[in-house]
């Protein structure tokens, strides 16, 4: 029910118009009456009404002053103004300045119920379209995510010129002007089931937590890394940003700390840097001590503090003080599990850092070197990497195992990089039947309302997230953009060809609100689809 508000100085008139007219029976709530505009203000800031109903000629403030200001502070709000015969044409100036509607006085019931209709229908006509507004926003939110991810990919690896940083800012509607701004890089991984699978209750419900807490707030910008990492750009004046970094690490720490046993995570956070384009130098910092993730078990916030800490630990030049869970094949393992080849070299050097002049023994590298190819296999072949590729690829070594120390890092470099690359072969060829399996069930279900990215994830028996991430991968664009071409596609071809009404070209192609459709129809083609129609037959 839409709110009213009624300003008017004459009480007879005022008192007349809040009694005789049956406000709920026209679909209105009366919350408000006062006798001219400056008491009236206040009661409106407080009310917030739908439709202000308001004299021209009052005391002390006059109809068209209060028009004048609420039209600034409640641009939607609808005025209704009453004159008098002589007041026509102050009327009509009226409503050039932002008025809806006038009525004449003396005010009639039918008079008052017939203005109140037209305004009611021209706000809720403007509350639909606002609605669909919303919705389509929503649905395309996630392919403005990808262009997101992309965009901050290019910036914090430095791959875009400065001069067109803030131009594909500006283009995305992201607002990175700030004197300050710092990052926060954070993983997550539910330890019950593998991604692609429907995660457990304590992970969906953390990472809810999580998306929830770095979405509410303006001074963070948050966006996805890959499948288990997010980056979090945190912004602000320079002596607040630190503070705001400092609050993301603890909650993310709040959220994930009582739930170890379920989840595994790790979080890292920069320094400040008074450019956006700095956050280059901010990243790679920030990045290594991220690497550290993988053989840093029992430390969940990595700093460069604690990575210092840790390498120094180990390097006392003696093989018996190695930890041996640096040599766990369980770190190879876990990198090759999650990470990405622009994470290899500062993987290797913290790993090799970590295992300090132990290297340089003869046989302690021998035993490294097996156990990170055996490591790499093992893992590969689980992943449905065949024996032969995997021989091929990995042990096709020209000296063998046997190795210098100081080849060491070229040796684990192009063992990783090899092993990521089978990795992620086998990974697309899963992609491709997914994304294969995934149109199929497009095709045969688009025509249902609820051919959804939840509902196609379901059939598959796939994590939508994972389904979301690789669709945009293998297809780039979206789920929901491909769903939405598909659909008016076919909608244009029923219009063309089978001539049939807008209301049932909807249905057909999955819209139960014909409104709807005709909105998006018209977002993608610039027409609505009675227009194509007529154009097409």
Not at 125 to 148: F, P, S
Not at 278 to 283: E, I, P, R, S
Not at 337 to 344: A, D, L, M, P
């Amino acid at each position: 029910m839409l709110k009213v508000f009624l300003v008017e100085d004459e009480s007879v008139v005022r008192e007349s118009l809040r009694d005789n007219i049956p406000w709920k029976e026209y679909g209105f709530s009366f919350v408000g009456e006062a006798s001219d505009g400056e008491v009236a203000l206040p009661l409106i800031r407080k009310t917030a009404p739908d439709v202000l109903i308001t004299d021209i000629k009052m005391p002390f403030m006059d109809g068209l002053s209060l028009s004048h200001i609420v039209k600034k502070e409640f641009p939607s709000m609808r005025i209704v103004i009453m004159s008098g015969y002589d007041d026509f044409e102050y009327a009509k100036r009226a409503i050039k300045e932002g008025v809806d509607q006038y009525i004449s006085k003396p005010i009639t019931k039918s008079g008052m119920k017939e203005v109140l209709d037209s305004v009611k229908e021209k706000i809720e006509k403007e509350r639909t379209q606002q609605g669909y507004l919303m919705q389509y926003q929503m649905e395309t939110q996630e392919y403005e995510q990808l262009q997101r991810r992309e965009f901050f990919e290019k910036v914090l690896t430095g791959t875009m010129p400065v001069k067109d940083i803030y131009v594909e800012a500006g283009k995305l509607s992201l607002d990175i002007t700030a004197s300050a701004f710092s990052l926060i890089l954070f993983s997550i991984k539910d330890k019950e089931k593998p991604f692609e699978e429907i995660g457990s209750v304590q992970y969906c419900r953390a990472l809810e937590e999580l998306m929830s807490y770095f979405l509410r707030f303006p001074a963070y910008i948050l966006s996805r890394w890959s499948l288990n990492t997010y980056i979090v750009i945190v912004k602000g004046e320079k002596d607040i940003v630190a503070d705001y970094v400092e609050k993301g690490v603890s909650k993310i720490t709040e959220i994930c700390d009582d739930k170890d046993d379920k989840i595994e995570w790790y979080v890292s956070a920069g320094k400040p840097v008074e450019r956006f384009s700095a956050l280059v130098k901010c990243f790679n910092q920030v990045n290594h001590a991220f690497a550290c993730r993988y053989f840093v078990q029992d430390t969940h916030i990595l700093t460069e503090e604690t990575t210092a800490k840790y390498t120094s630990a180990q390097n006392d030049g003696s093989i018996e003080n190695i930890d041996s869970s640096k040599v766990d094949s369980a770190v190879i393992k876990g990198f090759l599990s999650t990470g990405t080849e622009s994470e290899i070299g500062e993987f290797v050097s913290e790993y090799l850092s970590s295992l300090g002049d132990a290297l340089k023994s003869h046989v302690f590298r021998n035993f490294f070197v097996l156990n990170s190819l055996f490591a790499a296999s093992s893992f590969l072949e689980a992943s449905g990497v065949t024996g032969k590729d995997i021989d091929e690829n990995l042990f096709s070594l020209k000296d063998g195992y046997e190795i210098k120390s100081k080849q060491v890092s070229e040796f684990m470099t192009s063992l990783l990089k090899s092993a990521l690359e089978l990795r992620d072969g086998a990974s697309n060829r899963r992609g491709n039947k997914l994304i294969s399996d995934a149109i199929a069930y497009i095709d045969e279900n688009y025509m249902n309302e609820s051919c959804t990215l939840v509902d196609v994830a379901e059939a598959l028996s796939v994590n939508s997230s994972y389904l979301s991430t690789v669709f945009s991968k293998e297809m780039d664009t979206t789920f929901v953009k491909f769903l939405t071409a598909k659909r008016l596609e076919k909608a244009r071809e029923l219009l063309a060809k089978e001539r049939m009404h807008t209301a049932d070209v909807a249905a057909a192609v999955g819209y139960k609100d014909s409104h709807y459709f005709s909105f998006v129809f018209r977002k993608m083609y610039g027409m609505s689809p009675r227009e194509y129609r007529n154009q097409n037959s």
